[in-house]
Structures are given as C-alpha cells and as structure tokens.
C-alpha cells in the first residue's frame, strides 16, 4: 500500500490542544495520494470519532457533524484544516481504503495509556456479529445458495472501567477465532485474568493466555465434549473430594446460584472423580489448576407454576477450568462479571452506536467504524470509569466543558 507519512504541519496546534489523541496518531500514515489530499487523516478520524461520542451513528450524519460543528473542530484542530467541512464522500472513502490494523493499533494504543493491567485485572473476551453488514434472509442459506455471513468483531473489555483493551474485526465474514488469536496477540497480558465463554475455549487460546504472562478462565460446554465429561465426573465423586462452595440468591430474579471449585491433583488415587480424570485434564489444558462449576436455579418471571401448583423451576450447569487456584466466592465474582462484555458493551455499542444498524460494509468500512466506535466509546468510558451510553453522548453533544474534559482540553 502506497503511503505517505502526515506532514508536522497537519498536526500543528493539535498537539497543544488535544494531547491524548495526539499521542496516538502522530505516527500514522495516510493511504492517499498526497496531492490530493485536502483534510488530513488526523481531521477524518477526529470528525468520525467526535461524531460517534456526539450520538451520530452513520456517514452521512457525520458528514452533518462536521458541517454544524466545524466552528468548533477548527478550534480543536487548529485553522490549518480549511475552511471547508469534510464531506460524508470524503469519509467514506477514505475509511473504505484505510487498513483496519491502523484504527485497531491506535485503540490498543490508547486503552493502554488509560488502564495498566495487574493481578486484579479482568478482560473478558467475546465475539459481536455486525448484523447489518448482512441479509437477514441470507444469514440461514448455505454459501453455495448464496448465503452470507455478517462480520465479526471480537472485543477484549477490562470489566472494571469499561474500556476495550482491543479489538479486530474479521477480514472474512463469521471467523471468531482468528479474530481471538489477533487480539490476545495484541494484549499485554501480564498478571490478569482472561475469561472467554465456551465458543472459544481451547487449549491453543489458554496457552496463548499463558504465553503473555495471563491466566484463564474458560467456559466448557459441549464442544469440548471429553473435558465436560472428566470435569462431570470431578463433582460427581461426593465425598472422595474436597469442594469450596459458595451459595448465592438473586431475589429479584428468582435466581439461585451455587459454585463449586475443586483443586486439580496429579497425585491423588485413581478411581471416578479423582486421579485419572485429574491427570487427562491436566495434560490437555495447560497449566490447569482448578475446575469450577456453576449450577443456576430459575423461576419464571411470569410465575409459571409446575404440575403439582408450585413454581416452575429451570436448572441448568456449566464448567469452566482455570489455570488459577481461586475460591468459590472469586469463580462467582468472575463468572457473573464476564457478562459485562455483553450486558454493558455489546448492547451499548446496538444501542448507543448504532453498530447493528450499519449496513456499511464497502472495502474496510465495517472494519473500521467498528473500530471507531470501540475507540469512542473508551474516550468517555475513561472520563466516566464505566462502558458509555447515550446519557454521556448527550452530554458531549451538548456541554462543551464536558468535549474539553474526554479530549483533555481543560
């Protein structure tokens, strides 16, 4: 890809004024033909970004932004950016021929400078189809009927301040799994733990957590059919183990949990539950320390009540093994806080961001806003220590000492 690199005086005064985003985009290189270029790469992703944290949602409307605030960008930017707003078809084009692992490292980049990971460190890790980058009709049709697959972004979200530490959109619709391998590639990973649900969890993935100096927490499910079994038949043994359980009720939602932890033991008796399961486990997963298992009691919540009168009950268990020895009450706190990446994550980015909606999928286009988003999103998660939503986008829209404090103006 032929490139040129931004030219100091495309970022003069930026420097001055908008110090963190400054810092990540001073080395990037500009796909276009420098003759032709009239607003700098710098000016597009600041009118893109800007424009997601001010509730815009697609192209065109930040084509709007940049026409109704341009007043204000040249104050950011400095005059040096023109008189003349950046247009929607400059936008688009641009991010359609712009390499997506540019976008993707500046995130990586920035989360970085907000948030050091450590012992106490959660990333839970998942996968987010981009529904509108495909047909609806199409999504159930086998490829060769011409079906069709939406892009997949996997996130890795550092559940206590809503930051997303990295990201990488799929380059071939539906593979999840090169996209996990890009990200924990991404990662300094020193000293926290990694939680990932059971569409992910594989030895390769744990030894890659482990490679960069992490820990893990995988959920196991019926794709990892042997493991379920020898992990069934660990909290199946009854009195020839020893458990840490933890007990918890949710009355609002007719919930109950217990959780189960047992200490893995190359050296205990062979039998059912104890040594020879212990030690298949241990030379599949590496580094393997303890198993968990979570079994949930739910009511409904419409109060459905079961043959004999009494309220219908669901049940239902899952495993998870982990390189790290923790108690039940820690296996419950992670459990539970892994869902952060979708309950506060994923549905902020439906919701507030619109990234369901985006049917934009044109060269590297989807690649990229989705990048975009996530970078938006941790610029006002940084300033509010939690993941976005559209209260905070109202606020940036609005309130200019609220712009200066998430772009480090004051």
């Given at each position: 890809m032929s ?12 420097d001055?004024l ?7 985009t ?12 009239k607003h700098?790469?710098t000016?597009i ?6 424009g ?8 065109n ?13 040249k104050?950011?930017l400095g005059?040096?950016i ?8 400059t936008l688009g084009?641009?991010l359609?021929?712009l390499?997506p692992?540019?976008i ?17 460190s ?17 999504m159930n049709?086998?490829?060769?009927a011409?079906?069709?697959?939406p ?8 559940v ?7 990201a ?6 539906g ?9 924990l590639?991404?990662?300094?990973l ?7 649900d ?8 744990a030894?890659s957590?482990?490679?960069g ?10 794709n990892n ?6 992990c069934a038949?660990?909290?199946d ?7 840490d359980t933890?007990?918890q ?6 919930d ?14 062979s039998g059912?539950g104890?040594g ?8 599949h997963?590496?580094?393997?320390k303890c ?10 919540r ?5 043959n ?5 009950w ?8 982990c390189s790290?020895?923790i108690n ?7 459990v539970?806080e892994h869902w952060?990446v ?10 507030s ?7 934009a999928?044109?060269?590297?286009i989807?690649q990229n806003?989705?990048s ?5 999103n ?5 300033i509010t220590?939690?993941?976005s939503?559209?209260?905070?986008q109202?606020k940036?829209?609005l ?11 004051d």
């Open positions: 490139s040129t690199r931004l030219q100091p005086e495309d970022l003069a005064q930026f001055a908008v110090p963190d985003f400054i810092t990540v001073s080395n990037l290189k500009d796909p276009r033909d420098k003759s032709k270029i700098s790469l000016t992703l600041f009118v893109c970004l800007s997601y944290m001010a509730g815009y949602k697609s192209i409307s930040f084509g709007k932004f940049a026409d109704l605030s341009w007043p204000w960008i104050e950011c005059d040096e023109g008189e003349e707003p950046t247009s929607h078809d084009r641009v359609q021929k390499k692992t540019i993707e490292e500046l995130l990586t980049q920035f989360s970085g400078t907000r948030t050091t990971l450590n012992n106490e959660h990333i839970a890790i998942d996968g987010k189809r981009n529904l509108g980058t495909a047909e609806n009709r199409r049709l086998a490829s060769n011409g079906g069709q697959q892009y997949t972004t996997v996130s890795a979200l550092a206590g301040d809503g930051l997303v530490m990295a990488h959109t799929s380059e071939e619709p593979s999840e799994h090169d996209c996990v391998d890009t990200v590639k991404a990662l300094d020193r000293g926290a733990m990694v939680t990932m059971a569409g992910n969890a594989y030895p390769k993935f030894k957590i482990l490679d100096k992490g820990q893990y927490l995988l959920c196991i499910k019926g059919k042997r493991t379920n079994e020898l038949q660990i909290f043994a009854g009195v020839n183990r020893m458990y933890e007990n009720v949710v009355k609002s939602r007719k109950e949990r217990e959780v189960r932890v047992a200490i893995l033991d190359k050296e205990r008796e059912h104890t020879e399961c212990d030690r298949e486990l241990m030379s997963w590496p580094d393997l198993i968990v298992e979570v079994t949930r009691k739910r009511g409904t419409t109060g459905q009540l079961n004999n009168g009494e309220l219908a669901s049940y239902h268990t899952v495993k998870f093994v790290k020895i039940a009450r820690q296996a419950m706190k992670l539970r952060h979708e309950n506060k994550l994923h549905w902020t980015l439906d919701v961001y619109g990234e369901d909606a985006s049917r999928k044109s060269g590297f989807a806003l989705a975009i988003r996530r970078f938006a941790n610029m006002l998660a940084s220590g939690r993941a939503n559209m209260t905070d109202m940036f829209s309130d200019f000492e609220f712009r200066k404090k998430v772009l480090g103006l």
